[in-house]
């Protein structure tokens, strides 16, 4: 199984509402990415988890809020978000102590009205 | 920081070879990839190689790696219509976490 799996595919959700992102891969990968990407522009990183703890955060607004609940899960909790946060938002994940390359999910294409 | 640069746009006809160049400013790289993504998709990786390698080829992929002036290419030979697509150039493998992606080349195939 070499798939990162990412629900759901679309969100439209209020700028008073809690929702969040689900992540999942079954690959034995210990290092989980967020990323965040605009149209027509690169993934910028948001978090990086490795063993399941929190190794970067790209000065993200907490409104934003993940969570690696085991070495197989990751989540984004989202809470009072902006129209402009309106993205893709991607999850990725590699193995730690090989080849970097990341595997990446379909992202979950969030609207904020 | 590390700089990665990439041409927007790129068109060819179906049938030709399209090549997508890459350059960067951090020799530091031990790994360079490329990335594809269609429309609504994530990113899927395409190829990668070492930096002590000077090219790759895989299929109808061919990479070229050129140090000394910090170049990078991809070459798809008999592109077609399905190749149509926002291909990355990305740096990585400096011991840390981070992936460094360039601003990515859309590649248009005329039918």
């Known amino acids: 199984d070499t798939e990162v799996t990412q629900t759901p595919k679309h969100l439209v959700m209020g700028m008073t509402n809690k929702k969040s992102l689900k992540c999942e891969q079954h690959?034995?990968?210990?290092?989980m990415y967020w990323y965040k990407q605009k149209a027509k522009k690169p993934p910028e990183l948001m978090f990086v988890y490795s063993y399941e703890k929190l190794s970067i955060n790209e000065s993200v607004p907490s409104r934003f809020s993940p969570e690696c609940p085991n070495s197989s899960l990751l989540n984004l909790h989202l809470h009072a978000l902006q129209p402009e946060d309106s993205a893709l938002y991607l999850c990725?994940?590699?193995?730690?102590?090989?080849?970097?390359?990341?595997?990446f999910g379909s992202g979950t294409q969030l609207s904020v009205l | 920081g590390e700089d990665v640069e990439q041409s927007l746009f790129l068109s060819v006809r179906e049938g030709d070879s399209s090549v997508i160049n890459c350059t960067y400013t951090d020799s530091s790289s031990t790994y360079l990839y490329w990335y594809k993504q269609e429309p609504g998709a994530g990113l899927q990786l395409l190829t990668y190689?070492?930096?002590?390698?000077d090219m790759k080829q895989d299929q109808r992929l061919t990479v070229l790696l050129n140090k000394k002036d910090k170049h990078l290419s991809l070459r798809i030979a008999d592109t077609q219509t399905g190749d149509s697509a926002i291909y990355f150039c990305?740096?990585?493998?400096?011991?840390?976490?981070?992936?460094?992606f360039g601003a990515g080349t859309r590649l248009f195939v005329k039918a």
């Open positions: 190689i070492f930096s002590n390698m």
């Open positions: 690959m034995g990968h210990r290092a």
């Open positions: 990725a994940s590699r193995s730690v102590t090989t080849n970097e390359k990341l595997f």
């Open positions: 990305a740096l990585g493998g400096t011991g840390g976490f981070k992936t460094i």
